[in-house]
């Protein structure tokens, strides 16, 4: 078993009607930020700059993502499409120990998919009106022959549809992140947290680490 980093989780104001994304995009900043830079696999070393910043505001968890790539690529628009095969970014999570999980992946439109299941092939898309729930401010410039993009998302708690207004709080919870784009010039398989697997593989909860919400202080 891999050697298993712990993501605390810290309170972020919680974001409402009133709220302006912006508001949260500039507070995200402000927060740590982690690395997504393990390339375990031999023939995929290609490793874009991927960091995230992830936080709670009790009904929502917060994420922005800050990626410096070679190239990018944007297709797809439709909720619940094939987003993985552009620039992505994932947020794979799982509570209570449970075997089921969520896999969130984004592409740098702010595209969304979300998952839940068991594994790679016991998967359902999640209903495209909760999909559409989640906000996103995305941030695309090109400077020095690299192209950078933010990606900011808002994703609320009734997002994780199998579970009956879950508590962050309350909730045990584990996680990994990602960064791939298989459609991509150059494909490339990123993750937070390792992975020890033969060929590249996301849908792996051995291998998610434990995340912990933390009350307002």
């Not at 994932?90 to 509570?95: G, N, S, T, V, W």
Request: with cysteine.
């Amino acid at each position: 078993m891999p050697v298993e980093q712990h993501l605390k989780i810290f309170y972020l104001q919680p974001y409402h009607e009133g709220t302006s994304i912006a508001d949260i995009v500039s507070a995200m900043d402000d927060l740590p930020k982690h690395a997504i830079a393990k390339a375990p696999w031999v023939d995929y070393q290609y490793k874009p700059d991927c960091a995230f910043a992830i936080a709670h505001g009790n009904s929502n968890i917060y994420i922005k993502f800050f990626v410096v790539e070679d190239a990018v690529l944007a297709r797809f628009t439709t909720p619940n499409s094939l987003v993985y095969k552009d620039s992505c970014v994932e947020f794979f999570i799982a509570f209570n120990n449970e075997q089921s999980y969520y896999n969130l992946e984004f592409n740098c439109l702010g595209t969304a998919y979300v998952g839940y299941g068991s594994g790679k092939t016991q998967r359902e898309a999640a209903p495209v009106p909760i999909v559409e729930r989640i906000k996103s401010s995305c941030l695309l410039r090109s400077a020095d022959g690299k192209f950078k993009w933010e990606l900011t998302l808002v994703i609320p708690t009734d997002t994780f549809y199998r579970h009956s207004s879950p508590q962050l709080l309350q909730l045990d919870a584990k996680c990994n992140f990602y960064k791939c784009g298989d459609d991509m010039p150059v494909p490339h398989y990123l993750c937070w947290n390792n992975i020890v697997s033969d060929a590249p593989e996301f849908h792996l909860p051995d291998f998610f680490a434990k995340a912990s919400f933390i009350p307002q202080s």
